[in-house]
């Protein structure tokens, strides 16, 4: 009696299954990338927004930490990637390349008046 009634259930439950509406559709590369990336950016933002720094700042301008997630999270996400990449794309200070030729302009100039010797090619004026 218990095998006819389970595999009366089952068989039912198989049948209300198949006639279930379901519904596929093909899903881009494109498509699966931008959902990463907007996820990524997503995270990179919620990251700078636990830095006190930028927290300071905000509260500084009279904005709260909480409305300026609460936005991020209505924001689309071609909206967060184009936020991310300005602040990315934003001087955020001096860049490498700028201060590694003042380390070694000063560092010549060191070699030159005697109080280093980094440099074998310069000769000091003492």
């Known amino acids: 009696m218990f095998k006819k009634w389970t595999s009366a259930v089952l068989a039912l439950a198989f049948l209300g299954l198949s006639t279930m509406p379901l519904q596929a ?64 794309d934003l001087p955020a200070g001096a860049d490498v390349v700028s201060i590694l030729v003042l380390l070694f302009v000063i560092f010549v100039v060191t070699d030159v008046i005697g109080a280093t010797d980094i440099f074998p090619f310069i000769r000091s004026v003492n």
């Open 25 to 88: 559709a093909m899903v881009s590369t494109d498509e699966v990338i931008s959902t990463q990336q907007a996820q990524m950016d997503r995270e990179a933002l919620a990251t700078v927004l636990d830095r006190a720094d930028v927290q300071e700042k905000l509260v500084a301008m009279g904005v709260t930490v909480g409305d300026v997630e609460q936005r991020i999270a209505l924001m689309t996400d071609a909206e967060v990637a184009q936020l991310n990449q300005q602040i990315a």
